[in-house]
Every structure is written in structure tokens, then in C-alpha cells.
């Protein structure tokens, strides 16, 4: 029996998408196919990743044995059953059954023509297609950075898994704008922020908010609208409470294909922002842009590459 530790590496191990002797590739699609359309939690996702990889085998654990394989608790395995549409563990593992004896009986020969990896970035791009689409009428971006351009403070919040887009787009707005503070911790740090911020003169609030969507976030943007900002969201959703407080909701698809979340999208769209901040104001743009890199130059920030 493997360790919680030797199991979650194994369910999130990378593999061939090659067709390997005594294995099927139709039983692998049909089981992306169910575990595909609900939002999972990475560990459930952790779940699914490990019945795709060992269905042959998982189909017919416990769930008590399945639990300790994948190193996630018996309640957390019903849960996953009942996230993909099922009553229980003991309907999944019929369904599971099914599927793994159709497959050993010889069913369809289709091919699988990709790995996890591939898997996800098939996903990806797919996110980037919508949002393409959406780009087709630009007039919301350019408004909304505009709005952002003339803020002054300019306050880009990000919490927990959210942090590293807020950040992303921080550290490149300081370069074209005279004053962003970047709010990446919840509670009443981000309230004093949001009503400083406020009191120096800020407009807007630019809030990243990615799945899972946290209690945190949800207040701090109340807070912010309590104290007279405008809040602009960056997240996956077009609808819920977050979207609800926003007084513009920007909704583009993550990637959910591997145990966690990936941004291209998201981060495609924050460089959109960006790029309309730019533009909004070219003269005071040029004019940071030529300081800084002199300063970069001066003090030699970066390789000579």
C-alpha cells in the first residue's frame, strides 16, 4: 500500500498518451468526457487524475481503498462522486465498471491522440479562442483603461492563488503609472489599503479573483465599494457575488485540465488592460518609460543579453 505522499505524486504524474498493451485509449477519452465538465477542487481533481491513469484497477477499490491510494479522506472521494453527477461512490463504481470492462472486452478502437499535458493546453487555447472573440469589440477594454489610467492611486487586489496575476499586473502598471498599491493580503490589511486609497484619491480598484473564489476577496471588494471605489474583476465567472459587486466583470476561462488552475487567458486579458492604459495617456507613458529605463541602465538592472 503506497504512503498519502507516494500516492498523490502518482495520481498527478505525467504519462504517455501512447496506447500501451492491455490498455484502451476509448475508456481514458470517455472518462475525461464525465470528469470534464463539472468545476473540480485540485483534489478532486487529484481523484480523477488518478482513475484515468489506473482505471483498470480503480475501478473496482473501495472507497476506502481508493481514498488511501489517491491520499485524499473517504468524504472527500464521496464528494467527487457527487461533483460528476453521481448518488454516491458505489454509482460511480458501477459507471467506472462499465467503462473499464468495455474496455477490456475491446471496445471502440479510437485512438487517443493526447496526454494530459496536451490535454491542457488544448483547453488553454480553446480559453484564448473565446477571449478572442470577446476582443472583437474592444470599447470595454479601452474604457475601462482609460478609467484605470486616470486613477491616481490605482489599487490592484489579488488573494490567494489570485496573487500572481495581481502582482504581474502591478509590477508592470508602476511603470506607466505614477501610483498603484497592490493589495495581496485579506482582512483588515486590505481594508485599511481600500480606504487609504480612497482617501488619497483613487477611483478604481482592479480585482483578480480566480477559482477557488474565497470569502476574502468577496469582502475586500465590498469593503472597496463601501468606500467609494469603482471595482473593475478579472475572473472566471460572468455571474455569482463576486460579479455581482464588480461594476464591470471581465470573464474569461482558466485552464482546469491539471491538478491546478492555469491563467493564459487571464493573463492575456491583463496585458490588454495594460496595453489601454498605455495608450490612454501616450505622452506620460513614453515619459516613465524613457526615466526607467535610463534608471535600469544607470544602476544595470538587467543582462546585456
Known sequence: MPSPQQARAQASAITSGRTVPGTEAAPTSRLRELFDGPRLSPGQRRIAQYLIEHLTEAAFLSITELADRVGVSQPSVTRFAAAVGFSGYPALRERLQSIALSGLAGGPGEEDRANELQAAVDAEIANLENLRRDFADPDRVIRVGRELSRST???????????????????????????????????SVAYDALSQAREAGGDWVLAFAMP???????????VARDAGLKVALVTDLALGPLADEADVTFATGTGSRLVFDSYAAPGVLAAALLQAMTDADPERTQARLEKYEQLSEQHQFFLRD
Request: a positive charge.
Open 153 to 187: 492611486p490605482l489599487t490592484v487586489l489579488g488573494l490567494r492563488i489570485s496573487v500572481s496575476l495581481a502582482e504581474y499586473f502591478g509590477y508592470a502598471a508602476r511603470r506607466i503609472h505614477p501610483d498603484v498599491r497592490l493589495v495581496t493580503r485579506g482582512g
Open 212 to 222: 477557488r473564489h474565497s470569502q476574502e476577496t468577496l469582502q475586500a471588494v465590498r
